[in-house]
């Protein structure tokens, strides 16, 4: 059977004109055919953020390397349910988020705009991978990243993903040879130690910039992203969109609710 | 030991303006001490989005009830950032996030303000619950929502909730007397149908708007939120911000990896 080339969708949160959308559109386009929808500025930080209060506009683009593309004035996961819902005229077979510059792992998933781009192609079917790379400089070297995505994307189609399947693929930031391979493994458990620094505007209006360090909170698990990070793997971790904390639902069922006294 | 009253941290992603957090602090000031931090405008579907990429701009604002309150440019979850390392000179008790205009049930969590809000309390050892009530109107009557948050703060104060709790509430839209309880649940699997609408601008731009209609995808379920909302229940979800999907861990820790050829 002479089966098509695959249809890959690629999307990111940095914006359509970012060095890490090209680097991956770049080692897309061994794999399949590429279409790019991509949000037409900057959106870290998003979270899983989509426009319900205002329409979206849509721009055709040139991008190298790219069947079609669109920027458009939506979040990352916008750009996946455009794809879904009104661009494409099939169902993408895979969806590629990024390459992020900057890390995603740990609790940074939930702020992040480069993984719900991935986790609405899971949701919406289509098996996805979110890439990126812990330093968020934007002339950082994509080498060893692009090397790591075709590493990923041939894995992941040679595997046969499940239809829901989402990957949260964070790659050190070193050189390609000094990476130790592929690590499966669960969200680590961390958090911002922040602070808040207070500027001034040229207007003289005072504002608060958030700043911070990450902290392990598990620094002796062995099977987390962020232990995977600090010893030179690239960190894959599945996600999904069941947010159910499971323990403490056995906990409240034992509440008292006096609901019946009212 | 003379406790001094709880300090409530109250916050929303409608904005500060809204009637759903006027309502909730209304009752919130039966239980404690309240602090207001919202955001100056709606914020609805942004996810758990952070400000990194600008300042935040704080405006002390008058909000009846509420022994201090502020609005400000952020997102929900910059408000409780912003009152735990910034504006408050202590941990809050809880916090509260809502009375949301809009239901949040099941795969809407990840999309939620509201919820956002309230998990980023969670994550800063806050126990927080996020409340929302199944309709969208402004208008609406919050009568019944605010007799649920009642049972629910006090129902949470007397069980001593852990400091990582998060409660995701939501109020079905029908008279207080009809509700049938509080029902603790899982998050039911469902997604939206969902199309776009094309609409023209005033000036002739095309643009367009996310419409489409919510489907639960286990029906014959009852331990889901989909399912006590649908059945006249209050919706209980603890909610954590651990996405690690684990039976796909254990999928692709079996996946062939052809890394050493490279």
Redesign the interface.
């Known amino acids: 059977m002479n089966r098509k080339k695959p249809l890959i969708l690629v999307t990111n949160d940095d914006g359509v004109t970012s060095r890490g959308i090209k680097a991956l559109v770049e080692v897309a386009g061994d794999f399949g055919e590429v279409c790019v929808i991509a949000p037409d500025k ?1 959106q ?10 205002s ?4 721009t055709p683009v040139d991008f190298p390397g790219a069947k079609t593309a669109f920027s458009c ?1 939506g979040t990352p ?2 750009c996946v ?2 794809g879904k ?2 661009l494409l005229q099939e169902k993408p077979d895979i969806c590629l988020s990024g390459i992020n510059h900057g890390a995603n792992m740990s ?1 940074n ?3 992040s705009g480069t993984m ?1 781009a991935a ?1 609405e192609g899971a ?2 079917g289509i098996p996805s991978i979110g890439i990126s790379l812990c330093n968020n400089r934007d002339m950082v070297s994509l080498e060893a990243s692009k ?1 790591v995505a075709k ?1 990923l994307i ?2 992941f189609l ?2 046969k993903p ?1 239809n829901n ?4 693929v964070n790659v050190p930031d070193i050189a390609f040879d000094e990476i130790r ?2 690590r ?4 680590g ?1 961390g ?1 911002w130690k ?3 620094e207070e ?1 001034e ?1 040229e207007n003289g ?6 700043t911070g360090k990450f902290e392990n909170f598990e620094k002796r698990k062995t099977d987390t992203d962020l232990w995977a990070l600090e010893n030179n793997y690239v960190s ?11 323990e ?2 056995e ?3 034992r ?6 006294e ?1």
Chains 1, 2 share one sequence.
């Not at 329409?55 to 849509?58: L, P, V």
């Not at 209006?205 to 958030?210: A, C, D, G, K, R």
């Not at 509440?255 to 019946?260: F, G, I, P, T």
Request: proline content about 2%; glycine content about 4%; overall charge negative.
């Open positions: 900057p870290s930080g998003m979270g899983h953020a989509i426009t319900v209060h329409g979206i506009r849509i004035t996961a916008d349910k455009l819902y009104h609790l998933v939930i702020y719900s986790l949701l919406e090397k590493i041939e894995t040679h595997n499940d399947l989402c990957l949260n391979g592929l499966f493994c669960r969200q458990k958090n922040e602070y808040y500027r505007s209006e005072e504002f608060l910039w958030l894959v971790v599945p996600i999904h969109a069941d947010m159910t904390h499971y403490e639902l906990k409240v069922n509440w008292e609710v006096s609901w019946n009212r």
